[in-house]
């Protein structure tokens, strides 16, 4: 990442009523004019700016029919029931604040900011403001451009929630499976990395020798998914809860819930 300078008499500054994001200060010119450092150039950590990257998941009902087989959750019909999120500084290598958004109660979490709401357009509605006070730099998820994103603004629009100048995304067409949704969002002022992608295309399928241990501790099923990744880069497991018990525990009491909040927040 490069510092970028800007001669005073380039560019035009913004004013809050006309701009098309909501960072604190946003400036039009043209791409000549920007002066960046060069690539060989150390980068004084004193001076590196202080990025604060949100990660975040979010968890939907999902249905189970009278066979006993689970349907890939649609936006038209299943509800967000969490959205979890921790935040923190591009220097640090923890967290400074975890928050998880549950539908009907939670009980507490040790070290987690824990908000309860009895209808899913009040937990989207504190959402869409966490993102806006947050003011978060990078925002990074698992899948999250192809399906967290957007299943968030399909069921805003389905509840008449306005998203306010916070996401842009072009009528998006959904598909059910991984990569769900046929255009990415765009959130201005605000860098977005999807891992699921950077893993497809950085890495790309498991090796025999990865499938063998993915095999070896049970992960058998999606091993693009987020459980599978995070075994194969950094040996470590998800939170064990089979999704097909997730309507069970978002019936069930603050307890489950928060059995339900802890596996959100695990993803991290």
Known sequence: MRWISLSPRVYDLVKAADRLSACQYELRLTYENFKCSAKEEPINCAREAPLRILSFDIETDVHIDSSGKDEFPTPNAQSIIQISGMLKYKRD??????????????????????????????????????????????????????????????????LSIPCGINFEISNPIFRPGPGAFSSAPVIPGRLQIDLYDFVFLEHGHPSAKEKAELWAVGIRRKLLGLEASSFRFLKQRKEDIDFRNIPKLQAGTGEDRKKLAIYCLKVK
């Open 93 to 158: 290598s923890e967290p400074f604040y975890r928050n998880v958004l549950t539908l009907k109660s939670c009980n507490a979490i040790e070290g987690t900011d824990v908000e309860s709401f009895e209808e899913e357009s009040d937990l989207i509605k504190r959402w869409l403001k966490f993102i806006h006070d947050a003011d978060p730099d990078v925002i990074v998820g698992y899948n999250s451009c192809g399906f967290d994103i957007p299943y968030i603004l399909l069921r805003a629009k389905r």
